[in-house]
């Protein structure tokens, strides 16, 4: 088995990293905490977004707040299981 068989495509992209470290360590993020944190556009992060929840790393609810709808995302117990095991690789790459 080589060093970067658990690396995944999925996470190859420094948002798509971001999204999932935030998710990581909090129970949901919504929309507009993700944009602030990562400091991307909102069509950047709503197609990486889209990428993860395609793969099911990520779930999506959208409610209403009030009147103004709010997307809110949280990371799956797959998605979860699959980013620590990209972690691992990346770890043992570099020889943590």
Same mark, same amino acid.
């Given at each position: +088995?080589? =060093?970067?068989?658990?690396?995944? @495509? $999925?996470?190859?992209?420094?948002?798509?990293?971001?999204? +999932? !470290?935030? =998710? +990581? *360590?909090?129970?949901?993020?919504?929309?507009? +905490?993700?944009?602030?944190? =990562?400091? *991307? /556009?909102?069509?950047?992060?709503? !197609?990486? /977004?889209?990428?993860?929840?395609?793969?099911?790393?990520? #779930? *999506?609810? @959208?409610?209403?707040?009030? &009147?103004?709808?709010? /997307? &809110?995302?949280? $990371? /799956?117990? !797959?998605? #979860?299981?699959?980013?620590? %095991?990209?972690?691992?690789?990346?770890?043992?790459?570099?020889? %943590?």
């Amino acid at each position: +088995m080589s =060093l970067i068989d658990n690396i995944n @495509k $999925a996470f190859d992209h420094r948002i798509r990293l971001g999204i +999932m !470290s935030i =998710l +990581m *360590v909090n129970d949901y993020a919504d929309f507009n +905490m993700l944009k602030e944190l =990562l400091e *991307v /556009t909102d069509g950047n992060l709503a !197609s990486h /977004t889209k990428a993860l929840e395609k793969e099911a790393y990520i #779930k *999506v609810e @959208k409610q209403f707040i009030g &009147r103004k709808p709010n /997307t &809110r995302y949280a $990371a /799956t117990a !797959s998605g #979860k299981k699959a980013f620590e %095991k990209h972690i691992e690789a990346l770890e043992k790459l570099i020889g %943590k």
